[in-house]
């Protein structure tokens, strides 16, 4: 399954474990600045050769990268799924990034400075999301 196919997730349909959840499996490079009922505020910071332990991210969120440096996402089985060494765009920093759900994946900082993101995990279902900006559209 793709992680966008998650856009909507509710408890019952995200098929992997809570203990892969960011803050339980990779709480090193994890943490919270801000949680309630709607979102959950995370900043993530991996200092240079930093390995991040297999972890998933549940709910789409809104990126801010602090910090840039280039990094190697692998898969559950330990595949590299993103070098961004190969052709890839430094992300402007500061500027908000949409980012689906991700699967189970770990990081590796192969860059020379820190990385450092905060992500606003967005936690109502995008049902949910519809809903509220209807009810403010009056």
């Given at each position: 399954m793709?992680?966008?196919?998650?856009s909507?997730?509710?408890e019952?349909?995200?098929?992997w474990?809570?203990?892969?959840?960011?803050l339980?499996a990779?709480?090193?490079?994890?943490?919270?600045l801000?949680e309630?009922?709607a979102?959950?505020v995370?900043?993530t910071?991996?200092?240079?050769?930093?390995l991040?332990?297999?972890?998933?991210?549940?709910?789409?969120?809104v990126?801010?990268i602090?910090s840039w440096?280039?990094i190697?996402?692998?898969?559950?089985?330990?595949?590299?799924?993103?070098?961004?060494?190969q052709?890839?765009?430094v992300?402007?920093?500061?500027?908000?990034?949409?980012q689906?759900?991700?699967?189970?994946?770990?990081?590796?900082n192969?860059g020379?400075t820190?990385i450092n993101t905060i992500?606003?995990?967005?936690k109502?279902t995008?049902?949910?999301r519809?809903m509220?900006?209807f009810?403010y559209?009056?």
């Open positions: 793709k992680s966008s196919e998650f909507a997730n509710s019952q349909n995200w098929p474990a809570e203990s892969l959840d960011a339980v990779a709480r090193d490079h994890h943490s919270i801000f309630n009922g979102v959950r995370v900043q910071p991996v200092l240079p050769g930093h991040v332990a297999l972890h998933t991210h549940r709910w789409p969120c990126l801010f602090l440096s280039h190697l996402r692998r898969n559950h089985l330990g595949r590299v799924k993103l070098d961004t060494r052709a890839f765009e992300p402007q920093l500061n500027m908000p990034i949409w689906e759900p991700l699967a189970p994946h770990s990081l590796e192969v020379g820190e992500q606003v995990e967005i109502t995008r049902l949910e519809t509220i900006a009810l559209l009056d």
